[in-house]
């Protein structure tokens, strides 16, 4: 409806029509699969600076602008709410036996960090090169990364 009376507003204008501010829709972001994944590497690592994931695209994500309680939802409370939803898709990981390992390294490596790596890979029962590729993995994960939309399961360990 909005887009018709634009355009009649257009067609009947003796002059072109002003511009309108861009409402709060205009701030979201939609990411590559490659750029996704490394936004939420990046909100892992920022997962305990709020002021880090302020800056973060994925407080500007559909998904976390559906969670706000009001369209215009200032900037402070979006980093809140994307931690709230890094917990609950760690929180999946607990579900699986398969995935459990990969929450442990979450858990561990970003949620709730060891001081050290060699103390996280300890807490894991790994070596320390193990864990940093549990940890990596659990990122490239369906349920962290967002690549379980389309059915692959992409692991990576780069």
């Known amino acids: 409806m909005v887009w018709l009376d634009l355009l009649a507003e257009r067609e009947v204008a003796a002059a072109p029509p002003e511009r309108r501010p861009e409402s709060s829709s205009a701030a979201l972001v939609v990411l590559s699969e ?69 929450y442990r390294a979450v858990d561990h490596t970003y949620l709730h960090p060891a001081p050290t790596q060699e103390a996280a890979a300890e807490l894991l029962d790994h070596s320390a090169r193990t864990a940093a590729i549990c940890a990596r993995a659990s990122v490239a994960s369906p349920t962290i990364s967002g690549a379980g939309r389309s059915g692959r399961r992409k692991v990576s360990t780069k």
């Open 34 to 102: 490659p750029d996704f994944t490394e936004a939420v590497r990046d909100a892992l690592r920022s997962y305990d600076r709020p002021e880090a994931l302020r800056s973060n695209p994925l407080v500007r994500s559909r998904i976390v602008l559906q969670r706000t309680s009001r369209s215009d939802a200032a900037s402070a409370e979006r980093p809140a709410l994307l931690r709230e939803l890094i917990l609950e898709a760690a929180d999946s990981l607990r579900e699986s036996a398969r995935d459990a390992k990969l």
